[in-house]
C-alpha cells in the first residue's frame, strides 16, 4: 500500500536548522511531483515547496525562500527538507504529498516548533 512517512521535526531555537524526511513506498516515486506543506494552528494548509518529477525543477513559497531546500533522491525514494535560519513563524506540522495526474498522497505530518 501507498506510505509517506515524515521524519526530522522536533524543537529548535530560532536561527537554528533542520532537515525533514519523507521516505515513500508503494508507488512510483520518481514519476510524481513532490510537494512540502504545512499548517499552523488555527491557519490553513500551506504550500511550501515543490519538487517536480523530470529535472527536480524547485520551486518556493516566498515565505521560505532563501532558508529552505527541497530535495530528493530517487534511488531511495525520499525527498528532503532542509530548513536553515528557522523563525518562530516556521511552527507547523509539516506535511508531504505526491502528486500524479488526479492521483495525491499524503503523509501523517511532523511537528516542527521553534522556540527559544
Known amino acids: 500500500q501507498v506510505q509517506l512517512v515524515e521524519s526530522g521535526g522536533g524543537l529548535v531555537q530560532p536561527g537554528g536548522s533542520l532537515r525533514l524526511s519523507c521516505a515513500a513506498s508503494g508507488f512510483t516515486f520518481s514519476s510524481y511531483t513532490m510537494r512540502w506543506y504545512r499548517q499552523a494552528p488555527g491557519k490553513e494548509r500551506e504550500l511550501v515547496a515543490v519538487?517536480?518529477?523530470?529535472?527536480?525543477?524547485?520551486n518556493y513559497a516566498d515565505s521560505v525562500k532563501g532558508r529552505f531546500t527541497i530535495s530528493r533522491d530517487n534511488a531511495k525514494n525520499t525527498m528532503y527538507l532542509q530548513m536553515n535560519s528557522l523563525k518562530p513563524e516556521d511552527t507547523a506540522v509539516y506535511y508531504c504529498?505526491?502528486?500524479?495526474?488526479?492521483?495525491?498522497?499524503w503523509g501523517q505530518g511532523t511537528q516542527v516548533t521553534v522556540s527559544s
Open positions: 519538487i517536480s518529477s523530470i529535472n527536480s525543477v524547485t
Open positions: 504529498s505526491a502528486v500524479r495526474g488526479l492521483s495525491a498522497y
